[in-house]
């Protein structure tokens, strides 16, 4: 009889939380749309309000919550309609960022993926080029004018921006937390996008959290005037509720990740950014010999469910732009797969995880 497939791409999609799915049903047998004016329209306007005061206690927020389909279209408002005239960023962000960020000043990152104007102790490959940010403060620019746009965690590698060390002049910062948000404290940022699939809540349902609403271009008929298109009740409470359901399990995931990661330098791979900080839920390793595109399908295979880079941009297996960024070249960074975990994940599936890589690596050494 198969093996149960072991699922090990949670950084792409987490399965829906048993609390969010209740919710979400509940809210289906209610609902209506929350700008109608009669009082079924009046009652999901309400529950609508209630879920957006939850999912700011929730996270910490003190600042306006706009409700999106997700990541990217947070990510697509917060940097496509802010008032400021200039747009920075890194050249490790998620692809929905460099797309709408196309033709912006791109910072440089070091040898770990941290961009250069954060303060970190790891030396860069190319130490001049932590000089290029330096030029850019140009005594003509106004600093109040550019949004500073760096994720708190990178989807392929997990390496953690420190984000609250860093020195922006009075830019505003936007940071992407479609990684972080339900598993770290967010970072003190003026801007913030969400997604629900990443922490236990449905797919199509994500927030911009925004500390001023005048720091943005009005854009929509809906969602205080920010966003078009009636808001996805069902979702947006099914969100709040993984929200407020999640356990704390970061520190079962860092002592699992611990354990995979010296599986895998004992069996002749590599860490990316291992001396990094990281998020213990997600890690990329390289195995020498072993394309990407070869090892998902032996892993696939096996039963095992893993990715490589990003699930946004992996289905058509281009080399990733991360670690080309970090210095990789084509051959190394083509040998990259990512693994991460949900709060379900033990140790008997890094377990089954390392045994397959351990043969797989034997095979391609030989």
Not at 175 to 200: R, Y
Not at 209 to 222: I, S
Not at 321 to 336: C, N, S
């Amino acid at each position: 009889m198969a093996a149960q497939r072991l699922y090990l791409d949670h950084a792409a999609t987490t399965p829906m939380l048993p609390a969010a799915k209740a919710a979400m049903v509940d809210a289906m047998d209610r609902w209506a749309n929350p700008s109608s004016p009669h009082t079924d329209g009046r009652a999901a306007r309400a529950m609508l309000e209630m879920a957006r005061a939850r999912i700011a206690e929730a996270l910490g927020w003190r600042g306006h919550v706009i409700f999106t389909s997700g990541a990217s279209e947070a990510i697509a408002i917060g940097l496509g309609q802010a008032k400021a005239g200039r747009v920075m960023t890194s050249p490790v962000e998620h692809d929905s960022v460099l797309r709408v960020t196309e033709g912006a000043d791109r910072l440089a990152v070091n040898w770990d993926g941290v961009a250069s104007l954060l303060r970190h102790p790891g030396e860069s490959r190319d130490p001049a080029s932590f000089a290029a940010f330096e030029e850019k403060r140009d005594p003509s620019v106004r600093w109040d004018d550019v949004v500073l746009a760096i994720q708190h965690v990178n989807n392929e590698t997990g390496v953690i921006q420190p984000l609250d060390a860093l020195d922006r002049d009075g830019a505003l910062l936007f940071a992407d937390c479609a990684q972080s948000a339900g598993k770290l404290p967010m970072p003190n940022a003026d801007m913030i996008a969400i997604s629900a699939h990443k922490f236990g809540g449905p797919p199509g349902i994500g927030a911009l959290l925004v500390r001023d609403l005048g720091f943005l271009h009005a854009g929509g008929g809906q969602e205080q005037g920010y966003r078009a298109g009636t808001e996805n009740l069902p979702a947006i409470l099914a969100m709040a509720a993984a929200l407020e359901a999640r356990t704390e399990w970061m520190p079962d995931a860092a002592r699992l990740r611990a354990r995979l990661d010296a599986g895998v330098e004992a069996a002749g791979g590599q860490v990316v950014a291992r001396d990094a900080p990281r998020i213990p839920a997600i890690a990329s390793y390289r195995m020498p010999g072993l394309s990407a595109r070869a090892q998902l399908i032996q892993f696939d295979l096996a039963g095992i469910s893993v990715s490589a880079g990003s699930a946004c941009s992996s289905g058509s297996l281009k080399t990733s732009h991360v670690l080309h960024a970090m210095g990789w070249d084509e051959t190394a960074a083509g040998e990259v797969v990512r693994v991460s975990f949900g709060p379900q994940t033990d140790e008997a599936d890094v377990e089954r995880f390392l045994g397959q890589w351990t043969t797989m690596a034997a095979r391609a050494a030989r």
